[in-house]
Nanobody, 130 residues
Framework: QVQLVESGGGLVQPGGSLRLSCAAS????????IGWFRQTPGKEREGVSC????????YYASSVTGRFTISRDNVKNTVYLQSDSLKPEDTAVYYC???????????????????????WGKGTPVIVSS
């Protein structure tokens, strides 16, 4: 099973940028699709972006399209989320999640939905405030 560790969160002013990292370890990491989700207190966790394992195809929520970019370094087994033009409403704890079976990839990556098979990291907080 894969293990995930997020980093790179912090406090940033509106309009600023952060690069979040999700370091993956374990057997078969290269076969996992990895996605980013975020959650604020009292709200459900929502999908932000995902990158597939076999073809590198990327997916984005409409709220971040054009501002966030997901990428994958298969040598370092790390997925990055470059977050630009940050807004106060981007404030949340950001989690990365991983799945490897076809049905879960369809749900988590293509549809940005949460399914029970997702392996989660512990999250990294992002605060966008002046």
């Amino acid at each position: 099973q894969v293990q995930l560790v997020e980093s790179g969160g912090g406090l940033v002013q509106p309009g600023g940028s952060l690069r979040l990292s999700c370091a993956a370890s374990g057997s078969g990491v290269q076969y996992y699709a990895i996605g980013w989700f975020r959650q604020t207190p009292g709200k459900e966790r929502e999908g932000v972006s995902c990158i597939n394992s076999n073809n590198g195809q990327t997916y984005y929520a409409s709220s971040v399209t054009g501002r966030f970019t997901i990428s994958r370094d298969n040598v370092k087994n790390t997925v990055y989320l470059q977050s630009d033009s940050l807004k106060p409403e981007d404030t949340a704890v950001y989690y990365c999640g991983a799945v490897h079976d076809a049905l879960s990839i369809q749900a988590m990556c293509v549809e940005l939905r949460i399914v029970d098979t997702i392996v989660w990291g512990k999250g990294t907080p992002v605060i966008v405030s002046s």
